[in-house]
């Protein structure tokens, strides 16, 4: 099995509103398909670029026999500056904007981008790993003096003629699960749709930060701040964002409930809605599901965040007791009842012909 999906972290299946087929529109090779709201994976396809690992917001996929995570922590100790997919690494569009900003605040890093121009990927793949350089040297620009440099190096540690050479290396310390690994193949190959258990389900109420986020802000907390904070526009960053909420929100509670980080969140009597910059994975769950429309990403993102992330109100309500049921809810206008006995009171009408 070359990648796996967790469904418990994956926003298609929080909601079947769910627009994100970010890991459909990278993969060249159609080994992933979004329909529905669940995905199905095409493993004898995948040719292990981990392209999809890199666009997916909320970690929801990774490599069988290559952590993101590990390469970080292992390369900041080395003295190796150079990261190149026939050297140390897989594809780089594995290496999204967070990793990329977080690795050059640390040190100097050079992408070996000589081995793009002859890839047998998809040209889109080599498009990607060019925006995740341009943005992540844009917005290096407007919180530090670092800058990530690519050249044309052709580094290669081992001659290969086939791209999944290079993961044998990693399969071979694993060599004790490869029974478990083939029943899992044959289980992808019979049916390629993942599914989501009662587990990971109970799972999806957990708000979880991914890992290239708590990297990024562990750096930035240790980074050098500015002299001056920046504004930078919304269209030009892709992982992060500020939020609004307009006057048609009636506090239905579904954008902070289903929200996959946290990022939007509420009190006790869920009479605030709360947002955290920083928490926002730009998933645009929460403006799938808003069936009013009523939450706006802001114009601008204020560089500020990054350095002191802050909790937002965006929207205040007024929470009384309903007079028929007594239970809490936002009161709006009109009645001082809740939306759950309007409706059945509409309900009782309509059963006796009133």
């Known amino acids: 099995m070359n990648i796996r999906l967790d469904p418990s972290a994956c926003v298609r299946y929080s909601s079947k509103l769910s627009q994100c087929r970010k890991c459909e529109e990278i993969c060249g090779f159609e080994a992933i398909k979004c329909e529905d709201f669940k995905i199905s994976i095409f493993q004898e396809r995948c040719v292990l670029c981990a392209a999809c690992v890199g666009v997916c917001p909320t970690e929801a996929i990774e490599m069988k026999n290559f952590s993101i995570k590990d390469f970080f922590f292992d390369f900041i100790k080395e003295e190796e500056s150079k990261i190149g997919c026939k050297y140390n690494f897989v594809c780089l569009s594995a290496l999204n904007v967070e990793y990329l900003i977080s690795l050059a605040l640390i040190k100097d890093i050079v992408l070996d981008l000589g081995h793009c121009e002859n890839c047998e990927l998809d040209e889109k793949v080599k498009k990607q790993i060019e925006s995740n350089i341009k943005e992540a040297n844009f917005i290096l620009q407007k919180i530090s003096k670092k800058e990530i440099k690519s050249e044309k190096l052709l580094l290669q540690k081992e001659k290969k003629t086939d791209r999944r050479d290079f993961f044998k290396a990693f399969s071979l310390k694993n060599a004790q699960n490869l029974a478990k690994e083939k029943e899992e ?24 930060i991914p890992n290239k986020r708590k990297i990024l802000y562990s750096v930035l907390k240790r980074a050098k701040k500015p002299n001056e904070y920046d504004r930078i526009e919304s269209n030009k960053i892709s992982f992060v964002s500020s939020k609004e909420i307009d006057e048609s929100c009636d506090n239905c509670s579904i954008c902070y409930r289903i929200c996959p980080s946290g990022a939007l969140s509420s009190n006790i009597k869920e009479s605030v809605i709360y947002f955290d910059d920083m928490l926002c994975l730009k998933c645009h769950l929460c403006h799938d599901v808003c069936e009013k429309d009523s939450i706006k990403i802001s114009p601008f993102f204020d560089t500020k965040e990054f350095f002191n992330p802050s909790q937002k109100v965006l929207k205040q309500f007024e929470v009384i007791r309903c007079n028929e049921c007594g239970n809490f809810f936002t009161y709006l206008e009109g009645e001082k009842i809740c939306r759950r006995c309007k409706i059945e009171e509409e309900e009782a009408k309509n059963l006796w012909g009133f």
């Open 185 to 208: 193949e044959l289980k992808y190959l019979k049916n390629p749709t993942v599914s989501i258990d009662a587990a990971q389900s109970a799972k999806k109420r957990e708000k979880i």
